[in-house]
C-alpha cells in the first residue's frame, strides 16, 4: 500500500508542478513517458490486480496521455507461479481428500501462472487429461489491499485532480472493475460462463471450447478439458501445419462479431495466451474469467452503427452513437458526421504510405478536442476489440480484414434475420439523390429540434443562474451573520450571538456546497473545447 500510494502521490505532486509552471508540449510528453516506466515497474514489482489495472488503462488512449500509453500498452499479466506445497494443501482442502484419490499423475510445475489463478496439467484415474485451475495462495488477501489502496487513489484523484464532467468516472471506474475482478475471483461464476459459450457455440464446428468436471470444481479450483494448440500468433508453427490465415482469420471474426453486437456476455481477455489454434486449425476458446456484457438496447445500436458505416448513411451512425452515450451533450451532429465520411473515404491502400503512428496519435487529439467520451461501461468491450484487432493485423493485411469483414457481417445480418431491405434502406437513405428528400424531412423537424435545443440551454442557463445567485445571497447572509456574531460579543447578549453563529455555520455550509456545484458545472466543457 505505501509503494502504490508513494507512487501515485509523486505523480500528482509531478503534474501540479508542471502545470503551475506552465511547462511547453514536449516537457509534457517526456514526463508522462517517465511517469509511464515508473508506473510499470511498479505494477511488475507488486504484480496481483495492479497489472490488471495497468491492462486496463492500457486501452484508454482516448484519455491518457501518449507518453503514458506507449509504455504500458503491451502489459502482460504473467507472474512467477507459487510454491507447489502451497497449491497442494489448496487442492485438498477444496476437495476435502488427497490428489491421489483422483489423479493418476499431476505436473507439480504450473503450465501458466498469471495475477489470480495457476494452471496445472494432470490426468484423471480414468484416463482423460485434464487442466486444473486453482487460485493463488492469500490472493483473497492480496486484492483486498489492493482495493483499499486504489480506492484512495481514487478518493484523491476524483477530488482532487481538476478533470472536466463527462470525461472519466472514477466511481463507475472502480466499481466495474471491482465487479470483474471479484467475478473472476469466483471459479464457479467463470464455470457458469464457459458452460454457456459452449451452449453458445455447440453448433459451430470451427470453435472447439474445453468441457468441464463439475464435480471437482469449487469456487477456488476449476478443471477442464486439457486441450492442445498452438498460439494464434505463432506464424511458424501455422505455416508447418499448413493452416490457411485467410480461414482462420474468418474464423476468428465469425466468433468474435456476434459477441460484441448480440446481447449477453463476451471474451474480454481474448490474448493470444487465451486463443490458441488446433492441428486441424480449429480455434481454441479458454480463460473465460474476465468477461463483460452488452445490453438490448446496446446491441441494437451497435448493429445500426455499422450498418450505417457500411452503407455511408453517416446521419443514422451519428444518431446510433448518441444512443450508446460515445458524444457528449454539447456535440454538434454535422460535423460528427463530416468526420466519419473524411474517415470512411480513407482507403487500406492508402494506409501503406500513412505513418500509422502519427495517424494513430492524431486521432487520439482529435477525440480528445471533439465532444466525444467512451462510456465506462465499455472498457471492457474495447479491450476485446482492440486485443482481437492486433491478433488479426499479425494475420492478414489491412485489405484482406475489410475485404472478409464486410461479406461476414451482411451474412451475420441475415442469419440474424434482419431484413435486407433495412439495409437497402440505410444504403438509399446515403445517396445524394435520397439525401435531399431525407433534408427536407430534417427541414421539417428543423422548428421542433431548435425549441428542444432552445429548451436545453436555457435549463443550463437557469441552473447556472441559480447556483450564482444563491452562493451570492449565501456569501451576504455569511458575512452579514459574522457581523452579527461581533456584535452580540459587543453587547454580550447570548442569544444574538448563538442565533448568528448558528445562521453562519449554515450558509457557510450552504456557500461551500452552492461553490462545489458551481464548480463542477463550470468543468462540464472538455478544456481542450472551452
Known amino acids: 500500500m505505501a509503494i502504490v500510494l508513494k507512487m501515485a502521490f509523486v505523480i500528482f505532486l509531478q503534474v501540479y508542478w508542471y502545470k503551475l509552471r506552465k511547462k511547453p508540449e514536449s516537457d509534457w510528453e517526456l514526463l508522462w513517458i517517465k511517469i509511464g516506466k515508473r508506473f510499470r515497474n511498479t505494477l511488475f514489482e507488486l504484480e496481483g490486480l495492479l497489472i490488471k489495472i495497468g491492462q486496463l488503462l492500457s486501452i484508454r488512449a482516448d484519455l491518457l496521455p501518449h507518453g503514458f500509453i506507449n509504455q504500458i500498452q503491451d502489459l502482460t499479466d504473467h ?32 503450465v501458466a501462472s498469471a495475477s489470480i489463478g495457476e494452471v496445472y496439467k494432470a ?17 483473497q488477501s492480496i486484492i483486498k489491499t489492493d482495493f483499499r489502496t486504489l480506492r484512495v487513489i481514487i478518493w484523491f484523484a476524483d477530488h482532487l485532480v481538476p478533470l472536466p464532467k463527462g470525461f472519466i468516472n472514477f466511481k463507475v471506474l472502480f466499481k466495474e472493475l471491482k ?3 471479484e467475478r473472476e475471483l469466483d471459479f464457479s461464476q467463470e464455470k457458469n460462463v464457459l458452460l454457456s459459450f459452449k451452449e453458445r457455440f455447440k453448433e459451430n464446428e470451427s470453435v472447439i471450447i474445453p468441457g468441464v468436471y463439475d464435480e471437482l470444481s469449487t469456487s477456488s479450483v476449476l478443471v477442464m478439458d486439457w486441450l492442445d494448440g498452438i498460439k494464434v500468433t505463432d506464424k511458424v508453427r501455422l505455416n508447418e501445419l499448413g493452416i490457411n490465415r485467410g480461414d482462420l482469420v474468418e474464423g476468428i471474426m465469425k466468433v468474435f462479431l456476434p459477441q460484441w453486437l448480440e446481447p449477453g456476455v463476451f471474451h474480454a481477455d481474448p490474448h493470444s ?17 474476465m468477461v463483460g456484457e452488452i445490453s438490448n438496447s446496446d446491441a441494437i445500436y451497435f448493429q445500426k452503427l455499422i450498418e450505417g458505416l457500411l452503407s455511408k448513411n453517416y446521419v443514422k451512425a451519428v444518431d446510433s452513437l448518441v444512443h450508446l452515450g460515445f458524444l457528449l451533450p454539447e456535440a454538434d451532429p454535422r460535423i460528427m458526421e463530416k468526420l466519419l465520411a473524411e474517415m470512411m473515404t480513407i482507403q487500406p491502400n492508402q494506409l501503406k504510405n500513412m505513418d500509422l503512428v502519427a495517424m494513430k496519435l492524431e486521432m487520439n487529439d482529435m477525440i480528445q478536442a471533439l465532444p466525444i467520451q467512451v462510456p465506462t461501461r465499455f472498457v471492457f468491450l474495447g479491450r476485446s476489440f482492440v486485443t482481437i484487432e492486433g491478433v488479426l493485423r499479425g494475420l492478414a493485411t489491412d485489405e484482406e480484414l475489410m475485404a472478409l469483414f464486410k461479406p461476414i457481417f451482411m451474412n451475420w445480418l441475415k442469419q440474424k434475420g434482419n431484413n435486407k431491405w433495412s439495409f437497402i434502406s440505410y444504403w438509399l437513405q446515403s445517396q445524394p439523390v435520397f439525401k435531399f428528400f431525407y433534408s427536407i424531412a430534417e427541414f421539417l423537424k428543423l422548428p421542433k429540434t431548435l425549441e428542444e435545443l432552445k429548451e436545453t440551454e436555457q435549463r443550463r442557463e437557469f441552473q447556472f443562474t441559480l447556483y450564482e445567485n444563491s452562493k451570492q445571497r449565501l456569501f451576504y447572509l455569511s458575512a452579514s451573520s459574522a457581523i452579527g456574531i461581533l456584535v452580540g460579543i459587543y453587547t454580550e447578549h447570548d442569544f444574538i450571538m448563538q442565533l448568528c453563529i448558528g445562521v453562519t455555520a449554515l450558509s457557510s455550509f450552504g456557500y461551500l456546497v452552492f461553490s462545489y456545484k458551481l464548480r463542477k458545472w463550470m ?8
Not at 507472474?79 to 497449491?87: A, Q, R
Not at 494443501?89 to 477444496?94: A, D, P, Q, S, V
Not at 490426468?123 to 490472493?139: H, M, T, Y
Not at 487465451?274 to 480455434?283: A, D, P, Q, T
Request: a negative charge; glycine letters at 8%.
Open 79 to 110: 507472474v512467477p507461479p507459487s510454491e507447489w506445497g502451497e497449491i497442494k494443501e489448496i487442492l485438498e482442502r477444496e476437495w476435502g481428500t488427497s490428489i491421489e484419490e483422483h489423479f493418476l499423475s499431476i505436473e507439480e510445475k504450473a
Open 123 to 139: 490426468v484423471l484415474k480414468s484416463g482423460e487429461e485434464v487442466a486444473i485451475k486453482v487460485q493463488r495462495p492469500d490472493i
Open 179 to 181: 465487479e470483474v475482478i
Open 273 to 289: 495466451g487465451n486463443m490458441l489454434v488446433s492441428r486441424e486449425g480449429k480455434i481454441i476458446l479458454l480463460d473465460f474469467g
Open 523 to 530: 468543468k462540464f466543457m472538455h478544456e481542450k473545447r472551452r
